[in-house]
């Protein structure tokens, strides 16, 4: 798991968060620059290095930073800048009504995952620069469950081609303006110029994403019914989009000393599920990381399951 950016994900509650921190850890122990970052709304990054973080990068161990994203306040600073740049095109007597229609708009389904994805490019491409010189070696994304995630790395190219529709109908615009006006001239538009900016800026991270030398996706499952169909769901998904999954980690697998009646029921129902594993996904590389009996509480412990994430 070597790319300049991996995205972890899964079901809730299969220690993704853990996961993401021990790799993310290990990588900086080896003496990488890393960031990781939380898009996860639960806020559990933090408690895995056992200090509180923030929007902007912290430093939680030598050579690595942490950043634990607000969506709650990304959104609202996505809706302040909608306003802004409306305010920028728009005439006056306008701005009243167009800021009501932006604020129902900011409640409506997908603003979170909008307002997410627009700072997840700020990162990408203003702040962390990754496998560039000038910044990060790898940035590691702690994403929300499932389906939110989904939904986030498919936006690229569902924005881009809403982005490209209101370009031609700017396009068309300023084409019928200048032909009334009849000077031949295109007009200043400005709002196609900041439909212009994003545009560019979503397609370089699509590039991104779609690079297999740049991006990777990692899914953290346990050997149970319904995290071993959610995945299979989900690599359909991701495949279908040409997003290239680098790793399943199953993790909280039955250590072979652990012993007891329950413990025997428990490894049998394991059994029939790791070989589900083994079956659906036999050409994915895969990590196994085996049940811990105490709470992840310090370094020490994310090293510990760092260990068996290596190749």
């Not at 700020?122 to 990060?136: F, Q, V």
């Not at 690229?156 to 081609?161: D, I, Q, R, T, V």
């Amino acid at each position: 798991m070597h790319e300049p950016i991996l995205f972890f994900s899964g079901k809730g509650g299969v220690g993704k968060t853990t996961t993401a921190a021990a790799h993310a850890l290990a990588a900086a122990d080896s003496g990488r620059r890393v960031l990781l970052v939380s898009t996860d709304p639960a806020h559990n990054l933090g408690d895995a290095f056992s200090q509180p973080l923030g929007g902007q990068p912290t430093r939680v161990a030598p050579n690595l930073d942490a950043i634990e994203i607000d969506p709650d306040a990304e959104c609202a600073r996505y809706i302040e800048q909608v306003k802004q740049n409306i305010r920028a095109t728009v005439r006056s007597t306008m701005i009243e009504e167009a800021e009501r229609q932006i604020d129902m708009a900011g409640r409506a389904p997908g603003a979170y995952e909008a307002a997410l994805f627009d700072r997840m490019v700020g990162i990408l491409l203003d702040e962390a620069h990754p496998g560039e010189a000038k910044g990060y070696d790898q940035v590691v994304f702690d994403t929300a469950p499932t389906g939110h995630t989904i939904r986030l790395l498919t936006l690229p190219e569902l924005m881009g081609a809403w982005v490209d529709g209101l370009l031609r109908q700017r396009t068309e615009h300023n084409r019928e303006r200048s032909q009334w006006l009849g000077d031949g001239e295109v007009p200043e538009d400005p709002l196609y110029d900041l439909l212009s900016e994003r545009r560019r800026r979503i397609a370089a991270v699509r590039d991104l994403m779609l690079d297999p030398a740049m991006t990777a996706f990692v899914f953290v499952l346990t050997p149970e019914h319904l995290p071993v169909e959610e995945t299979r769901r989900a690599l359909a998904d991701l495949d279908s989009h040409q997003l290239r999954v680098g790793a399943l980690v199953i993790n909280k697998v039955l250590p072979e000393e652990a012993d007891g009646t329950f413990v025997a029921q428990r490894r049998a129902a394991e059994a029939e599920h790791l070989a589900a594993i083994e079956r659906h996904f036999a050409e994915r590389r895969r990590y196994y990381v085996p049940l811990r009996a105490a709470d992840v509480r310090d370094l020490d412990d994310l090293r510990a399951i760092a260990g068996h994430l290596r190749d």
